[in-house]
């Protein structure tokens, strides 16, 4: 097998050099893609000539449409038969590729369907009637499918599996064995991940033959597009510190992690308590609520999302612009794989990873992996939260002003002014808003047990100080935003995770990034 290193300086094709024929260049220009990222433009050309291929590049650089694209350009119309499938790790990943596999292959008049578990499979059978050329599914739905008889696999030409360390772990290989039974041996076979253990790669190279693996080429593993933090922390700090932290950086949209189901329904709740727009997404919920979950935050009713690793792996939510690990996540790849839903497509972000002291052993390990040190961020102070909390009030006044209709409220409106001063009123206007009354609010979330201790490094105490939120040195706003205020899951919710479900010039090439976005502006 041949492993390719790919560093980006020359110039990126654009997608019509491809090869790729017109009626997906059609869609591709809706899509207002421009030029291919390094992945695609590295693994598009290998695709389409058939070679199996293991493609690995940063978070949120476009590997779906890497795969998507030639599989798209492969299918033969005048086949009703599947001949294309994908597996994903979790039924939001494979809602979401799907999604974007429609679009893609809706000038060519591709039928893309998706299977996964939690919803009624009748329906699904009743879909799967309608012949589709590509099907996208979950391992565990997918699998009941084929017992089933209502899915047949033989006609397949390509077997993807996205984000392929995941669904060749433990907890995924039994049933993605069982699916490649089903599929023909003479298929093409492509892995696409962030991330890839050697020992996993190990794994998945026998279900390929002579397979290339196109790695672009990173200073870092993570995204560098995303400012990464961490807050040593007591364990039972960690509730006031992450809601001090809100209020300081006022994330528009963020995702928090916590390490079990438990965990995220009492961050939740918590966070709802202390006035934030908050909701939990776990294994444990039905996939009406999960899915309904997922649209509050894509919709921005809630600016919160707090999750187990069930939405750790690639999910594209535009414009999140925080992640924070309330947990340190157990094995470093999650961590990639969480930070990486912020700073997508050449978008900015910001993560921060709390640490309970006994725990430094792992973000030493993380930053092993992922090749760059997290920067410590100092706790905010009681104090610096309220002067947040009010800044990010003051922000919302004018919106107010505006959205209210004050023409049959005139003459309550005269009477307070008779009673008190303009300074009183706007106080208490920005107390309301800031929800100063909520900003202690008790909240108890219950202790975890701690991680195990990592052999080979000692909790040192590394690198004091840190970065103070007073500190203009980045954004001018103290490592972070303004806006709204708004685990790896144990082994149980892995299966359950049969769910897994650019730049720094805003969107245009940066010669020295590997992510290589050029975006056409819209409007
Ligand atoms: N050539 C392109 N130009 C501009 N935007 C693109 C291009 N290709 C993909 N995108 C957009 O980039 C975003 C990230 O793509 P995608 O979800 O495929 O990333 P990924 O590499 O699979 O990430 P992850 O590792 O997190 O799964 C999507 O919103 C997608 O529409």
């Known amino acids: 097998m041949y492993t390719t290193l790919y560093t980006f300086k020359e110039k990126i094709l654009k997608f019509s050099e491809l090869g790729l024929s017109q009626d997906i260049l059609d869609a591709i220009a809706t899509h207002s893609y421009v030029e291919a990222t390094p992945i695609q433009e590295k693994t598009i050309p290998l695709t389409l000539a058939g070679r199996d291929v293991i493609g690995q590049a940063q978070t949120g650089t476009g590997k779906t449409a890497a795969f998507g694209l030639p599989i798209l350009e492969n299918i033969d119309l005048d086949n009703p ?7 994903s790790p979790t039924r939001e990943l494979a809602i979401q590729t799907a999604e974007e596999l429609k679009k893609l292959g ?3 008049h591709v039928n893309v369907q998706v299977v996964f578990g939690g919803s009624d499979i009748r329906r699904q059978i009743q879909q799967l009637k309608s012949h589709p050329q590509i099907l996208v599914g979950t391992p565990g739905r997918l699998l009941d499918h084929i017992k089933r008889h209502t899915v047949k696999l033989g006609d397949v030409k390509t077997l993807v599996l996205d984000e392929a360390d995941e669904m060749l772990n433990m907890g995924f290989l039994d049933d993605i064995e069982a699916i490649i039974a089903e599929v023909p041996a003479q298929r093409q076979t492509l892995l696409f991940s962030a991330t890839m253990p050697a020992a996993i790669k190990r794994i998945g190279v026998q279900f390929m033959t002579n397979p290339e693996h196109v790695q672009i080429k990173a200073k870092q593993l993570t995204t560098d597009l995303v400012e990464q933090y961490f ?3 007591r364990p039972q700090e960690k509730f006031d510190t992450l809601t001090r932290i809100f209020d300081v950086q006022a994330p528009k949209l963020g995702i928090v992690f916590g390490r079990t189901k438990r965990r995220v329904e009492e961050l939740a709740r918590g966070l709802e308590a202390r006035g934030y727009h908050a909701a939990g997404l776990h294994g444990d919920l039905t996939q009406q609520m999960r899915s309904r979950v997922l649209d509050q935050f894509k919709n921005h009713e809630i600016n919160l999302l707090v999750a187990t690793d069930v939405a750790a792996r690639g999910l594209d939510v535009k414009d999140v612009t925080h992640v924070y690990n309330f947990d340190i996540p157990q094995d470093p790849e999650s961590y990639v794989h969480r930070i990486g839903r912020t700073g997508r497509a050449g978008a900015e972000g910001t993560s921060v990873t709390l640490v309970a002291p006994n725990e430094m052993d792992y973000l030493r390990a993380i930053e092993e992996l992922t090749k760059k040190r997290m920067e410590p961020l100092r706790p905010a102070t009681l104090q610096e939260a309220r002067i947040g909390r009010i800044n990010t009030a003051v922000g919302e006044v004018g919106k107010l002003i505006h959205s209210v209709n004050t023409e049959d409220i005139q003459h309550q409106t005269k009477q307070l002014l008779e009673e008190y001063s303009a300074e009183q009123l706007a106080a208490a206007l920005l107390a309301d808003l800031a929800g100063l009354d909520k900003q202690n609010a008790p909240v108890e979330i219950s202790r975890e047990r701690p991680l195990p201790r990592r052999r080979g490094g000692s909790s040192s105490n590394r690198r004091g100080g840190g970065r103070s ?13 303004r806006g709204g205020r708004g685990g790896s899951s144990h082994h149980s919710d892995r299966r359950d995770r ?3 479900g650019g730049n720094r010039n805003g969107g245009y090439r940066s010669k020295s990034s590997s992510h290589g976005f050029t975006v056409r502006e819209k409007g």
């Open 81 to 87: 038969n599947i001949q294309a499938a994908i597996i």
């Open 106 to 108: 809706h000038d060519k």
């Open 231 to 233: 807050v040593r922390t």
């Open 469 to 481: 939120y007073g500190d203009k040195r980045r954004r001018g706003n103290g490592g972070g935003y």
């Open 498 to 500: 049969n769910d897994r």
